[in-house]
């Protein structure tokens, strides 16, 4: 595999002027960011408005590609597709009025795999912001695509999956960081797009309690495993003890590592649901998990005694 980078440094100032340029067709989308566990103790966090200042992008060009993609084209284009001037801009001083600048740079990741003989290429574009300060987490996008080679070749099907593919990541990149921008999740916490409301969990998760959003993710409980996972995550973080009965509800005393992390979610949340649950898995045959929730009941009396 050969791997080609490409640093590009896009502090233009009529860069904001294309990017109406590479709105084009949505795509399916996926989000790989990890799910981190966050207890917050604030009511409502609020936080000022930011705007993206995106200080360069970065290419790497994998198999195929490699041969059949220009790098630092790719990466001038995607700089001046994903520019709105207001979520996202080429400079400081582009920022609009009464916002925070947030500086980051874009890694794309293009991957082509030489089909079989008489098979189809298939071209894997992978979009990730990288903040330059700050660990919290940040917007990505994925778009397949494939396509039989024709007269032109490998090199040529790869291009124009790469051309097609280049708009459907710009548009999903683009609204995940609308969603990253918004104050109010809740919107956001429902509808057809799996990639775009695991992406919103992952921002409850990160931003901490807030008021009115568990209703909203308690339904994602029920989902495939990456949203259900998110949304224990994602329930964690609010701290709401009314949403300990849906949690509880996913109890599998089968699956040792589900119930595991449900104990853990359960303690973590705490409230009169979460000590009688407790007290239940408390004298389960399984001793590992009596063991976890004796301990959840012993760290739930400490945190709720009275600190001298």
Request: with cysteine; hydrophobic share 50%.
């Amino acid at each position: 595999m050969i791997d080609v980078r490409a640093l590009v440094a896009i502090a233009l100032a009529g860069i904001v002027l294309a990017a109406a340029s590479c709105r084009g067709r949505r795509a399916v989308a996926t989000d790989a960011a990890p799910v981190a566990t966050v207890v917050g103790d604030a009511a409502q966090v609020s936080r000022p408005p930011q705007t993206i200042v995106l200080d360069e992008v970065e290419v790497r060009l994998h198999g195929a590609a490699d041969g059949a993609l220009a790098s630092r084209e790719l990466a001038r284009e995607l700089g001046r597709c994903v520019m709105d001037g207001h979520t996202i801009v080429a400079l400081a001083h582009q920022v609009p009025a009464g916002r925070e600048p947030r500086h980051a740079s874009l890694h794309l990741e293009v991957a082509a795999q030489p089909p079989p003989a008489g098979g189809k290429v298939t071209v894997v574009m992978d979009a990730q912001l990288a903040w330059q300060s700050g660990d919290d987490p940040a917007p990505s996008a994925t778009v397949t695509g494939d396509a039989t080679p024709e007269a032109g070749g490998v090199d040529a099907a790869v291009l124009a999956i790469a051309l097609r593919l280049r708009d459907g990541v710009c548009a999903d990149l683009g609204a995940r960081i609308r969603i990253w921008t918004a104050d109010d999740l809740a919107p956001y916490l429902s509808g057809p797009d799996a990639a775009a409301v695991h992406w919103a969990l992952v921002l409850v998760a990160a931003r901490g309690r807030a008021t009115g959003l568990a209703p909203l993710v308690v339904p994602h409980l029920r989902g495939e495993l990456p949203l259900r996972e998110a949304a224990i995550t994602a329930l964690v973080a609010l701290g709401d003890p009314q949403a300990v009965p849906a949690l509880t509800a996913l109890t599998d005393l089968a699956d040792r590592t589900a119930m595991t992390t449900i104990v853990e979610a359960v303690i973590a949340i705490g409230g009169e649901d979460a000590r009688d649950y407790l007290g239940v898995m408390a004298s389960h045959r399984d001793p590992t998990i009596a063991r976890h929730a004796q301990e959840g009941l012993a760290r739930l009396a400490r945190r709720e005694s009275p600190t001298p």
